[in-house]
């Protein structure tokens, strides 16, 4: 079973849910975040592996090349462009896709691996956890995320922590996912960001569910939505001073029994709902 759970903007809590859940539900934890990872922060593990990631880019062979330059005319992505003596790479550009090396006829290119981040597996109570990290300067994270899937995939549950919005990362964390969680809080702009992820999760035919984090007497602005579009209000997470003093020390709110209470609610009404 895998969970995807995301939010559509960023600061609605989507972490301290998806770090509390996976402990709590014995699942895998997987940051797919890996633009701003932040779940290992409250979970603390034991790291056991420190795994590079890499894509294919194209190196030029000149003493082959005609600078026929069809490569860079067939590159969709404008990665490479033919000058006067020689052929650029914009290797930031570049989406691995091997078209132009494909369509080379004097095999002057070939493919070689460019570092762009890297994953850390660790170990938290018995939980194995994944965390994904871009390079600085990097573009592109989706590498990184198909890689910590593939990792996590040798595991029997999976709890993915998506990125915030509705980006390439956040469709590519969604791929082939069994259940996703809508983490939102009780705003006209948490509306709004959710409503955005959750047309997403339609799009794939992904079966959903809410949170609402920091619930106050502004939950209707949620319940109504969700009412209308008859999706599960999986649980409530209230806004209080002890869940806000507990976050601020990087701690795990199931590590409070009144709190507590309120993640079993969401787990097991999650459980109800993959059945």
Do not use: W
Not at 104 to 123: L, P, Q, S, V
């Amino acid at each position: 079973m895998i969970i995807s759970v995301l939010s559509g903007k960023g600061g609605t809590g989507k972490t301290t849910i998806s770090t509390n859940l996976s402990i709590l539900m014995n699942y895998t934890y997987v940051d797919c975040d890996v633009e701003e990872p932040n779940g290992f922060l409250f979970l603390k593990p034991s790291i056991e592996k420190n795994i590079p990631v890499g894509v294919l880019n194209p190196l030029i062979d000149n003493e082959k090349c005609t600078l026929c330059k069809i490569c860079a005319t067939e590159c969709q992505f404008n990665a490479l462009a033919g000058l006067k003596n020689n052929i650029m790479l914009f290797d930031k550009l570049c989406h691995s896709c091997g078209t132009c090396s494909l369509v080379c006829k004097y095999d002057a290119i070939k493919e070689i691996n460019r570092e762009i981040g890297h994953i850390k597996k660790g170990n938290f109570k018995g939980n194995t956890v994944y965390e994904g990290r871009i390079n600085v300067n990097e573009p592109m994270g989706i590498a990184i995320i198909k890689k910590l899937k593939e990792l996590a995939s040798k595991e029997d549950n999976v709890l993915l922590d998506s990125p915030p919005g509705t980006s390439c990362n956040v469709v590519e964390t969604l791929q082939d996912v069994d259940y996703a969680v809508l983490v939102t809080e009780p705003s006209a702009f948490g509306l709004h960001d959710m409503d955005m992820a959750y047309n997403l999760t339609k799009k794939y035919n992904i079966k959903s569910g809410i949170i609402i984090n920091r619930s106050n007497e502004d939950d209707y602005i949620i319940e109504d939505y969700a009412k209308k579009n008859n999706i599960k209000i999986l649980g409530k997470i209230p806004f209080s001073k002890q869940a806000a003093k507990i976050y601020s020390n990087a701690e795990l709110l199931i590590e409070d029994d009144y709190l507590k209470t309120h993640f079993e609610n969401i787990k097991n009404n999650i459980l109800k709902e993959i059945k």
